[in-house]
Structure formats: C-alpha cells, structure tokens
C-alpha cells in the first residue's frame, strides 16, 4: 500500500473489495489475498480517522497567511 | 427697556438642543426622492429628500453608508430612517441617515426575478454543470464573514463531526455593496487555493441583507468555480440566487457542514459492517471449499484407485487388439499389390519390351547399307585408284602406271598400257 494514499481513495479500494467478495467471482487465493488486502485498507481508514490530530480551523488572511482561527 | 441681543450661535445651538430633546424626531421615517447626490471623498453622503412640495437636507456617514446595498443617485426613490437635527454652522435642520433602502421591495423582487430567470436562461442552473460533493474532504474553505453565527456554526459543525479535516476560512464582506465583488474575490482565492470543497454563506437576514447572494457577478463566480461549492445563505426559506447555481444547496450555514463532511461515528460504522462482510465472506468461501473437498476425497475413484487401474488395463487391451487387426490389414494390402505386379503382361512377356527396338535396329541398318558406297561393288562396278587416289576419268592415269582395282571381294593390282578418251 503506497503512503500517499488518500483516506477517500482507501475507503473506496475497500468497498470494491468488499462488493467483489461478496460477488463470488474470486477464487480462493486471490480472495484470501484481496481479504488481507482489504483489513489492511480498513485498518488504514481506521487509523487515518480516530488516531490522526484533529485539524485546527485555520483562516487564510489577505497577506496569505494561515493562521489559526477560533470563532467566537 | 434693555433689549438682551442672542449671538447666532447661541440660538441655532438653543434650536439645536429642543430638536435633539424632542423624542419625535429622534426617530423619523422617511420616503423621498434623492437630488443633488454628493459622495465626500471620506465616505460621508450628501444630498437632499424631496417630494412634489417639500425638502430637507439629509447627511449619511460613512459608518451607516458603508452598509448600503445598493449605490445611491438623484431620481432614486428611497426609504431612510434616522434623526433630525440641526447643523448650528449653517443654520438649517437636517436628517441624519443611519439606514436607508430602495423603495419598495417590489423593486429588488422584480430585480431578483429578471436576473434569476436570465441567468437560468444562460444555463448557470443548469444541473448537468453541477458536480457532486467530495464524500471525504481533507480541506474546505469557508467562505463568510469571520464573525457571527454563520462562521462559528460552520467551523464547529465540521471541526465536532469530522475533526481530521481542515477547515480554512476565506473571510469577506457579506453584505453592503462591497460585498458581491469580495465574495466573487474568495471564491477565486478558494478555488485557487485547492480545497476539497468551499461553502460560501452568511446567516439570516432581511432581502437586502442577503443581496449580495443574488449579484450576477456572485453567481457567475460559483458558476465558474472549479471546486464543488455548497451555498449556504440565510434561512430555510431564503432562496437567492446564489443557491441555484451552487452544486448543492444547504438550507442553513450549519446544514452546509452536515453535508460537507460525514462523522467520525458514520465511518467507523462503516467500516465495521466491511470488516463483517469480508470476515462472513471469507469464511463462507473457504466452507464452501471445504465441503467440496471433502466430497472430492469421498468421490469413488479415490476410495477405489484399483478401479484406475482396471480401467487402463481394459483400454490398453483394446489398443493392442486394434494394433494386430491395423498390422494384418496392411499386410493383406501388400500382399495383393505384389501379386498384382506378378501377374502384369510386361512381366510375363519380357521380350516385348525390346521387340520395337529391334525392328528399328534393322531398319537403320538397311538404310546405311543403301549409303554405304562399298555397297555399290556388289553389284559388279569396281573402284580404280591410281596413286591412293580413286580416279574416275582416264586421263588421270598414264601409260605403265600401276593402278588398283577394287571389287566387291578382293583387289587387282595392273598395269596401264594403253589410255583411251571417249570420243
């Protein structure tokens, strides 16, 4: 799995994974194969989702600066 | 009797002073028609109100006129609101503008239903050019004003739902004229910028306040944007423009958030019912194997592998029986061939083969007797040589000269004695 995968595009792989299982047109060694695969992505997601920092809400101001922002 | 004379000043502040105690006129409506329109360099408005009969001077300050929605010019009929008093300088009373708008609604609903329709016109609704929204945005720019509800809604909406995305606000104006061209400015500035999504919106607000949302410049910027934009102006009920050009419309600031980005809860959902699906999966799949494995290994030929043999043993039979009777067959063939060419006339008669030959022969031979000029002695000439030549005139020869004479069998050597010529 390369690194620069994007969360989106893990969580799409994994959905086709999923639905080409569930289709039966996989025999058993590209299944078992695809299946590791597949924990491995959902894995990824999970990780990407609860583990990474929250962002913080930023604002891009005139000079083109990101800076932090907080709304009052 | 002493007469106390007022400087001027001290009157026009008296006057001054009742007009500003007055409660009245601390709060007057007024509708008129602009003339004599004057913008200061410093933002302050100058002009006069007028109806068929009547004027008053009128002043807005750069404060109040900054909010204007709209640029004001003489002809134009308006509605103000603010304060009378007097300008003691000048001695005259005027009206102190703090808000003002164009006369009637009915003007801004005829306003907004020309362009809502050229606009459709043009296509700028049309749904074919609207593209859908990222499912996952790692950034979304924010489009508002940086303070208000509408900003904190959005911000802490996006940042409680789906904390790993980034989200960066682009602020502008959101209302008064100079709103529409810098919401026009950030939308470019966004969609330039790269994000996964912007939302452009403001919260509530009365028709003029939301304006700007319904600027034909606004919607041609949304339109044009790269990026997927979600429109989030005012209420549920408000409907401007801007909404209908924007790839998704959402009915309030916090619900343009809802739909930029999921919850942490729905994903991990999610992903829990993939990780079910693929476990049943899987574990159907190598069932299913096993099942027909094991009914392979129960199968007859593998209880019973003898039978493999019994089988191979009968075929292999049945190819050497096939063998003997191919063999026998070919041989019958040849045998028949050989006896066919025994039998054959040439065979039997060799001398055919060279009877042809030999009539030929004997013709030639015959033809070479008739050519042969020894042929000719048989029948009783004779050749006469004199000198090793064969002569054939009797001057070639001279008395007592030996000539030979050749006869069909053997030769007479003689003498010439006497030589005659034909007469």
Same mark, same amino acid.
């Given at each position: /799995? ?36 597949? /924990? ?33 | ?7 001027? %000043? ?38 006069? $109100? ?95 004003? %940086? ?117 942490? $809860?729905?994903?991990?959902? $999610? ?27 129960? %199968? ?124």
């Amino acid at each position: /799995m390369e690194k620069e995968k994007t969360f989106e595009s893990a969580l799409q792989e994994l959905e086709t994974i999923v639905k080409e299982l569930e289709s039966g047109n996989v025999d058993l060694d590209k299944a078992i194969n695809k299946y590791t695969e597949a /924990m491995k992505l959902a894995k990824f997601c999970s990780e990407k989702l609860n583990d990474a920092t929250a962002q913080v809400n930023k604002i891009l101001t005139e000079d083109n600066e990101l800076k932090e922002f907080n709304a009052e | 009797m002493d007469k106390e004379y007022l400087k001027i %000043s001290e009157l026009n502040n008296y006057i001054k002073n009742l007009l500003d105690g007055d409660i009245f006129l601390n709060r007057v409506y007024l509708k008129g028609e602009i003339s004599n329109f004057k913008n200061h360099t410093r933002g302050h408005l100058y002009f006069t $109100l007028k109806d068929d009969t009547s004027r008053i001077s009128a002043v807005m300050f750069q404060s109040s006129a900054v909010k204007l929605t709209f640029t004001p010019e003489d002809g134009m009929n308006v509605l103000v609101s603010g304060r009378i008093s007097a300008y003691p300088a000048q001695g005259s009373y005027q009206i102190y503008i703090d808000k003002m708008e164009v006369d009637g609604l009915g003007a801004l609903y005829i306003e907004y239903e020309k362009l809502k329709k050229k606009l459709a016109m043009m296509g700028l609704f049309d749904e074919n050019h609207k593209v859908p929204i990222p499912k996952f945005p790692e950034k979304i720019g924010v489009i508002t004003a %940086s303070t208000g509800a509408a900003v904190r809604d959005i911000m802490s909406t996006i940042k409680r739902r789906y904390p790993i995305c980034e989200a960066i606000l682009f602020p502008c104006l959101v209302q008064g004229k100079d709103a529409a061209p810098d919401i026009v400015r950030q939308i470019k500035r966004a969609d330039a910028y790269g994000v996964d999504t912007i939302i452009v919106g403001r919260g509530g607000g009365s028709i003029e306040d939301l304006w700007a949302f319904n600027e034909e410049i606004v919607a041609k910027a949304i339109y044009e944007c790269k990026t997927p934009i979600i429109s989030a102006v005012g209420h549920e009920i408000d409907w401007t423009i801007a909404d209908f050009v924007a790839d998704l419309r959402a009915p309030t600031p916090t619900g343009a958030a809802e739909m930029a980005v999921p919850t942490v $809860l729905d994903i991990n959902t $999610l992903l829990d019912n993939y990780k079910i699906r693929l476990n049943r999966n899987i574990k159907n799949m190598v069932n299913t194997k096993f099942i027909k494995l094991r009914s392979l290994k129960q %199968s007859f030929i593998l209880k019973n592998p003898m039978s493999m043999y019994e089988i191979k043993e009968q075929k292999l039979d049945a190819l050497i029986e096939n063998i003997n009777k191919d063999i026998k067959s070919i041989i019958v063939n040849k045998e028949n061939l050989l006896n066919n060419i025994k039998l054959s006339y040439t065979l039997k008669n060799p001398m055919e083969l060279i009877k042809d030959k030999k009539v030929k022969f004997e013709m030639l031979i015959n033809t070479l007797k008739l050519v042969n000029p020894l042929g000719i002695l048989e029948k009783g000439y004779s050749l006469v040589e004199c000198n090793g030549k064969i002569i054939k005139d009797s001057n070639d020869t001279k008395v007592n000269d030996y000539i030979n004479i050749k006869l069909h069998k053997g030769k007479i050597k003689a003498e010439v004695k006497e030589i005659m010529e034909d007469k």
